[in-house]
């Protein structure tokens, strides 16, 4: 089953952010509460941790591109 990493919304007045810099690449094992990708913000830079445990199947936002929250940065297929 896929689960996607979704650009969270970390306050009131973010709407947007920056990928910096993915920690995992593409075929990746990750597990469950590890830091992915770093997001920078108009207030700082923040880590998003894995939902799931699983494999990083797509990186779908690539580093230095910005987007809204809720947009959709990555799949990951769990692991069973």
Same mark, same amino acid.
């Given at each position: 089953?896929? #689960?996607?990493?979704?650009?969270? !919304?970390?306050?009131?007045?973010?709407? $947007?952010?920056?990928? /910096?810099?993915?920690?995992?690449? $593409?075929?990746?094992?990750? #597990?469950?509460?590890?830091?992915?990708?770093?997001?920078? #913000?108009? !207030?700082?830079?923040?880590?998003?941790?894995?939902?799931?445990?699983?494999? /990083?199947? !797509?990186? /779908?936002?690539? $580093?230095? $591109? #910005?987007?809204?929250?809720?947009?959709? /940065?990555?799949?990951?297929?769990?692991?069973?």
């Amino acid at each position: 089953m896929s #689960t996607t990493l979704k650009m969270p !919304k970390w306050a009131m007045g973010i709407d $947007e952010g920056t990928v /910096l810099q993915w920690l995992k690449t $593409e075929g990746d094992n990750i #597990t469950q509460g590890e830091v992915l990708v770093e997001i920078e #913000t108009a !207030k700082a830079v923040q880590e998003v941790e894995a939902p799931v445990s699983g494999v /990083l199947s !797509k990186i /779908l936002l690539a $580093e230095g $591109e #910005t987007a809204e929250v809720r947009t959709e /940065l990555a799949l990951i297929e769990e692991s069973e």
